[in-house]
Structure formats: structure tokens, C-alpha cells
């Protein structure tokens, strides 16, 4: 199969995953390999990833506004401060995904979070450091990369 698919008259090429559903493509041409550098937005990113961990991108998608209400909006400073009452609430929340590992990893994250705002400047700042110095063709791109293993380890 191809990995890209041409959509519509205006010649609009998109990945095959996003198929014809309308979140997934909004998903798609709004969001998808673009860069973030606003700290919520990047926190809100990766706690998402997170959570979709072994299940399929559109059912996280499909939950975001719930996840977005659970988790004050991924207002870093807010989750930083839930605490085992917040947990117990949030493996109560039928709108999310209930996994009491994931949901402790999105507090102790932004925890985390925080701790690299006071040494960087940002959560952005620390993460962006790690961008590759050069661009690698689409043909060309890998797993891990120098830069990638150096953040995981710095993580």
C-alpha cells in the first residue's frame, strides 16, 4: 500500500492511516508532525502517547475532550499537584482510559515536567535541544537516532 493517498479534487495528500474519518483527518492535516513548542500543548502530547500506549490512535483521539476535563486541560501546574484522591476519581472517569499506571505517570510527569521548566526554562526548551541537526529524507528515517537516545537518556 502507499503511504500517501491523494483525498479530493484540490489534489490534498494525506497519509493512508487517517481513512475518511473526520477526526482522524482534522487530526491529520492540523496537527500531525507539526512542531509544538507551547509547554501545554507538548505536555498534553505526550501524556496522550502515553496513554495510547497498546491501543489504536483514533480511540485516544476519540476521548481527548474527556482527557483534556480529567486532567485540567494539561495545565502542567494543576496535574503536578493531583494527588491518591485525584487517582481514585480519575479510575473513576468512564471518558478516559483507566489504567492506574498511566493515569499516576501523566502526575508524576508533570511533576517532572515542572522540575524541567526550572532548569531550561521550558519543558519545550529541554525537549527541542535534542532535534536533529539535520534533516533526514522520509526514505532515510529510523527508529533511534543519536539525538533520540541521548533525550531517552536524559529522561
Known sequence: MSQFINIDDRKTTRCWWCGDDPLYIRYHDREWGMPVKDDRKLYE?????????????????????????????????????????????????????????????TIHNARCALQMQDESGSLAGFLWQFEPKRTLKFDKLRATTPESTEMSRQL
Not at 502517547?49 to 486541560?73: H, M, N, P, V, Y
Not at 495545565?75 to 471518558?95: H, P, S, T
Open 45 to 105: 502530547k505526550l501524556c496522550l502517547e502515553g496513554f495510547q500506549a497498546g491501543l489504536s490512535w483514533i480511540t485516544i483521539l476519540r476521548k481527548r475532550e474527556a482527557f483534556r476535563e480529567a486532567f485540567a486541560d494539561f495545565e502542567i501546574d494543576r496535574v503536578a499537584k493531583f494527588n491518591q484522591r485525584d487517582v481514585n476519581r480519575l479510575l473513576q472517569n468512564e471518558g478516559i482510559v483507566r489504567h492506574r499506571g498511566k493515569i499516576e505517570a
